[in-house]
């Protein structure tokens, strides 16, 4: 059974925990609870209202298949070396939370971890379709 994109989107506004199947050849995601925390709020706190797209194509959404911990406390191309999918110009994606990373990318030192309906992931802040650095109504990461 196929999930459409409208349909986990509301699932996910309304609080509910779909679990979807990922598509033949992507990466397994990570277990649950291992999405970074965000500073001040618990899961259940923070609202879907976020949505971005990327001004470039082909971004890389990234993560740690074997380090989680390593990735989330430091986004960067070396610790977070798994790409999970991309992103282009177009895509919207949620805006989980945000964080200076160990590696700046354009002169921007942020990382966002970002949320779309298949796969989930740190990207540099850089590739954002928005002006400044620290994306707004966005919270941090702990």
Not at 25 to 39: I, L, N
Not at 44 to 58: E, G, L, P, Q
Not at 62 to 68: L, V
């Amino acid at each position: 059974m196929r999930i459409s994109s409208a349909l986990v989107a509301a699932a996910l506004a309304a609080g509910l925990g779909l679990v979807a199947t990922a598509p033949a050849g992507a990466t397994a995601t990570e277990p649950s609870g291992s999405r970074p925390v965000v500073t001040g709020k618990s899961d259940s706190d923070v609202s879907i209202k976020r949505a971005f797209t990327t001004w470039a194509t082909n971004v890389n959404v990234r993560h740690n298949n074997s380090n989680f911990a390593a990735c989330n406390n430091s986004p960067s191309v070396a610790n977070c070396p798994n790409v999970r999918g991309q992103v282009n110009p177009g895509d919207s994606f949620e805006a989980w939370c945000q964080k200076v990373g160990s590696q700046t990318v354009g002169g921007n030192p942020y990382w966002v971890y970002v949320i779309r309906p298949t796969f989930e992931g740190w990207m540099a802040s850089y590739y954002v379709d928005y002006p400044d650095n620290v994306l707004p109504d966005t919270p941090f990461c702990a």
